[in-house]
């Protein structure tokens, strides 16, 4: 696969880049589609959307190492799995799905939501605040960082984790 990708560019630059890319980040990328997709053929074709994706945006990443790069190739992993979710049609399997937030909710402990509520409240959340979710709370990236991998304001960033934070402090039973 990564002999397919190379070809695709014309820069050495970028060809050593996607290099250690795809050195670092497959089996990372290979984890999460699992989690999400289930099976190891839709995983593997995932991985190869998501790398296809991340050199059409080559131009975003700086450091192939850093935080806001493994964050950025999450969020690119996630939303090609929720991607093929929908083309397959499987639209309950989506709503089935849980992303995995391994870290704990050091901003929401001193709520009177429990744990399950919180997590209740966490699945129904929709693909793009759970994605902002993910950055704010466990990749602990700043509204301004969010903001800019995925191209909006900082304010509509503050906006959105307000009310994430609201909706996942909410004890009611209602949905979302």
Known sequence: MLSSLIATVDSPTDKELITQLYNTYKQFMYNISMSLLGKREDAEDAVQDSFVRIIDNLD?????YSRK???????????VCLDMIRRNHNDEELEDKDIPFEDSYTDLENSNATYEQIIKNLKQLPPRLKNIAFLFFVQRLSPKEIGE??????NTVYAYVSRIRKILLD???ENI
């Open 60 to 64: 975003k990443i700086n450091n192939p």
């Open 149 to 154: 991998m995925l191209n909006i304001n900082t």
């Open 171 to 173: 004890t009611k039973d």
């Open 69 to 79: 790069t493994k964050s950025y190739i999450t969020v690119i992993t996630k939303n």
